[in-house]
Each structure stands twice: as structure tokens, then as C-alpha cells.
């Protein structure tokens, strides 16, 4: 069983920065394809950002230039860095993993996925 725990969540004003944490444990959680999504209430849950075993990253238009992706292998750990933040992208942020090739934005669907964790909410006020 693969477990997935997001943390880093929280409040900041529009232009500011954070750091979420996607802490994962069990057989084949690192598998091919890690990633990012984001729903905000009323709104479908989109891809925000991807990662292959390999390292290779693919992000969301919106976000390219702002937001990073990356994996610290000792701790077990996916990152997802978001900087220059705008009030729209206000939402729940959720890690995912064991999703299908081609792991690439803006291609890659929720049902690409097969584990999930449980979100980490990032507000940005204005």
C-alpha cells in the first residue's frame, strides 16, 4: 500500500512564496510518474505539475517560470515549490502517484493516477 501525506500548506499575500511537502511511504510509491494537482471550490481538479523517475519535469502553462518540482530520494519526499503567488490559484493541493506515461503537462488526468493524498490548502490573499 502506498501512502502519500501533504504538509506546507498556509497563507500568504499575493507576490509570496511556499514550500509543500508530499511525504510518501510503501511499496512502489516512487513509480514512473509523480505529481501536482490543485482544485479550488467550484472548480475541477487540474495538473499543476509532473516528475518521472528519470527527473524529467513538465509543468502547467500558468505556472511555468513560478513553480518547481522535485524529489529528495533519502527522505522520500516530492516538493513542489511555488513562488510568485497569485489570489487564483488559491486551492487544495494534492500529490499523486503511479500515474501513467507520458507524465507530461497539459496531457496528464486525475485518473492517470492511482494513489492520492489527502490535500494541503495554500491561500493567497490579495
Known amino acids: 500500500q502506498v501512502q502519500l501525506v501533504e504538509s506546507g500548506g498556509g497563507s500568504v499575500q499575493s507576490g509570496g512564496s511556499l514550500r509543500l511537502s508530499c511525504a510518501a511511504s510503501?511499496?512502489?510509491?516512487?513509480?514512473?510518474?509523480m505529481g501536482w494537482f490543485r482544485q479550488a471550490p467550484g472548480k475541477e481538479r487540474e495538473g499543476v505539475a509532473a516528475?518521472?523517475?528519470?527527473?524529467?519535469?513538465s509543468y502547467a502553462d500558468s505556472v511555468k517560470g513560478r513553480f518547481t518540482i522535485s524529489q529528495d530520494n533519502a527522505k522520500n519526499t516530492l516538493y513542489l515549490h511555488l513562488s510568485s503567488l497569485k489570489p487564483e490559484e488559491t486551492a487544495m493541493y494534492y500529490c499523486?502517484?503511479?500515474?501513467?506515461?507520458?507524465?507530461?503537462?497539459?496531457?496528464?488526468?486525475?485518473?492517470?493516477?492511482?494513489?492520492w493524498g489527502k490535500g494541503t490548502e495554500v491561500t493567497v490573499s490579495s
Open positions: 510503501g511499496y512502489d510509491y516512487r513509480t514512473y510518474c
Open positions: 499523486a502517484t503511479g500515474g501513467r506515461i507520458p507524465c507530461e503537462l497539459p496531457s496528464m488526468e486525475v485518473g492517470d493516477f492511482r494513489y
Open positions: 516528475i518521472t523517475s528519470g527527473g524529467s519535469t
